[in-house]
């Protein structure tokens, strides 16, 4: 068994004459927070979407969970969690019939779903709530329920598409103790973001520029490579270079 | 099995929490139904009349007591000069005036002809004929009495059985062409809207992500709204049958069997509208302008497909609904058999085959 739980090779992916992801080859560790940074447009987003099945990559290798994305990708599905960045919830529909929707459509049996639902809704406090709509509940609650529902058939790796998005720091930051117990359950984390504070809580970091991966190693030894007091630096230091202009 | 169940219960939850789709869904039929059976009736009726006996003798006099006494017409104006036809005409006050010339009992008895004038509101043509054509009845009908006082040497009657409609009802018509646009409107376009929806809301991602199968997220997409169309059969048979003594006079089973046919005709249109379009506008949009704008002009329902010109004929060809159309008059209202409607089956089922092969390898390529 390998330690490494995504590996990617020369990945790349063409919309038409576009280059959104232009052969990237990067790994992710088991049990991991790998944090996948990049301004708007550097392609991040395209990235994970080859790494969890939406789209086909146009070139390239890669291997998720130890299954080939272009063999395997039932397998890959079944050990993987998503959530995307506008969190995905259904709205109109009360927090017990999303939790039994998404447990169901990740393969859980009926009995692991009320099991799971009740020990979700205990963890998260919304016991009380399970009747109420999701369109009910404040956006900090919608996210951990979100993120909960990745999370919820145990996978081996989440991915997280800017889980972060249009929420307030405190919000994010209890957010990011939600992502630590996954990480301390053995979950590898792959997280997209663009906010730079939240860089410096992951284990490695990969920064994308024009669709190639400009730097990638811990925030600590990055910091000290390119000589700058946080990421934020870096970042605007390796951004600066980039043709592209947000989408 | 299970992703399956939660899938459609989730799908229930979203129709039942709407109010608004729900009206569409089991109100709108019932409506449909009732607006065409009683309100939008072309059957006439108690048409009002006008008029103008210029000769006001024993002959006009008889004429006029038998168009009153016809339950097509009723009397309402009675003119002393021209002008207040046109005048009657323009306020719609009657939609058909006779003009009776002066001696008209002299002339019939001395010419041995006479000539009555028949004035009607062409501003509705189908109308107008069919006026015309009931109040010439009416006329031939006095001229025969009068004739029984002397034998004709020659005479053709006809003897007119009205087939499979003897009461010339419009309920024979309209029935299956309600019954092909409300399952129309809820299986292709209710469908289309809710896969669009999830790919507005960005669920469609996380469920493209999970290990659902993309046959099992069509199937629970389709369900539901197989089950709502099937029920709304039973209500417009229902109403048919019970308020509109429509009966039917084919088999029952082949009846639901054709419409189980036609409702996944629709839904596989859904899908494949549901592959165009990522808004829930244009897809709502599609299905009208693209479903049911052909289904009204080109199934036959509303216009005889026979009177089109003939490129209009070719292209109703294409339209499912026109086919859909043909075999439930046959069924219901002739009482044929699926031994005399196999064909139209048959090319429903391929258009059927057709939209679903397309939609299902363009809906493959949406995962790649």
């Known amino acids: 068994m390998t330690d490494k739980v995504i590996i990617t090779e020369n990945l790349t992916k063409k919309f038409g004459d576009f280059t959104a992801v232009d052969g990237i080859s990067f790994h992710v560790n088991k049990g991991e927070i790998f944090g996948f940074l990049g301004a708007n447009g550097a392609g991040k987003t395209t990235a994970m979407k080859m790494l969890i099945g939406i789209w086909e990559p146009t070139s390239g290798k890669a291997e998720v969970a130890g299954y080939d994305i272009y063999r395997d990708m039932e397998n890959i599905k079944k050990s993987i969690g998503y959530m995307s960045q506008r969190f995905s919830l259904y709205e109109d529909i009360p927090v017990i019939e999303n939790i039994r929707f998404f447990g169901g459509i990740y393969g859980l049996s009926r009995a692991e779903i009320k099991e799971k639902s009740a020990a979700l809704l205990h963890k998260l406090n919304l016991t009380a709530e399970s009747k109420t709509l999701v369109s009910a509940l404040p956006l900090g609650w919608k996210q951990k329920l979100a993120f909960s529902l990745a999370i919820i058939h145990q996978p081996k790796i989440v991915f997280l598409d800017e889980p972060t998005g249009g929420v307030d720091p405190i919000t994010r930051r209890k957010f990011w103790e939600l992502i630590y117990d996954a990480a301390n359950e053995g979950v590898t984390v792959f997280v997209t973001t663009h906010y730079m504070d939240e860089a410096e809580y992951c284990d490695r970091i990969s920064i994308m520029v024009d669709g190639r991966i400009a730097a990638l190693d811990t925030p600590a030894a990055l910091k000290k490579q390119f000589n700058a007091e946080n990421i934020d630096q870096i970042f605007t230091h390796l951004a600066r270079g980039a043709k592209r202009t947000a989408d | ?368």
């Open chain 2, 1 to 368: 099995m299970q992703q399956f169940w939660v899938f459609v219960r989730k799908e229930f939850y979203h129709i039942f929490r709407d109010k608004k789709s729900l009206l569409i869904i089991f109100a709108l039929p019932i409506a449909q139904m009732l607006i065409f059976g009683f309100a939008l009736t072309n059957e006439i009726k108690n048409t009002q009349i006008g008029v103008l006996d210029n000769a006001n003798d024993e002959a006009s006099l008889i004429l006029i007591a038998q168009l009153e006494a016809s339950k097509y017409f009723e009397i309402s104006n009675t003119f002393t000069n021209p002008d207040e036809i046109d005048a009657a005409f323009k306020a719609d006050k009657i939609k058909l005036a006779i003009v009776i010339p002066p001696n008209f009992k002299s002339e019939l008895a001395h010419n041995n002809s006479a000539r009555i004038q028949l004035l009607a509101d062409a501003t509705d043509p189908n109308t107008a004929t069919t006026l015309e054509v009931y109040a010439s009845a009416v006329i031939r009908d006095y001229q025969n009495t009068i004739n029984n006082n002397f034998k004709l040497p020659y005479s053709i009657s006809t003897e007119i059985r009205m087939l499979y409609n003897p009461q010339l009802k419009g309920a024979y018509l309209f029935v299956p062409g309600v019954m092909g646009m409300i399952l129309l409107l809820i299986s292709a376009m209710m469908t289309s809207i809710s896969i669009v929806r999830e790919k507005e809301l960005n669920t469609m991602e996380i469920i493209l992500a999970s290990p659902l199968k993309p046959m099992v997220l069509i199937l629970s997409k389709a369900v539901p709204y197989m089950v709502i169309s099937l029920i709304n059969v039973s209500t417009i048979l229902l109403i048919s049958v019970t308020l509109l003594d429509l009966p039917i006079n084919g088999s029952i089973w082949l009846v639901f069997g054709v419409c189980f046919l036609f409702i996944t005709t629709a839904l596989s249109l859904g899908l494949m509208i549901s592959n165009i379009t990522d808004s829930q506008q244009t897809a709502m949009f599609i299905s009208l302008m693209g479903l049911m704008l052909p289904t009204l002009i080109l199934s036959g329902f509303m216009f005889p497909i026979e009177n089109m010109p003939v490129p209009m004929q070719i292209l109703s060809n294409i339209v499912p609904t026109k086919w859909f159309f043909i075999i439930i008059k046959d069924v219901m209202i002739k009482g044929l058999g699926f031994s005399s409607v196999w064909r139209e089956i048959l090319i429903l089922a391929g258009m059927t085959a057709f939209f679903l092969i397309i939609s299902w390898k363009k809906f493959k390529m949406r995962l790649a």
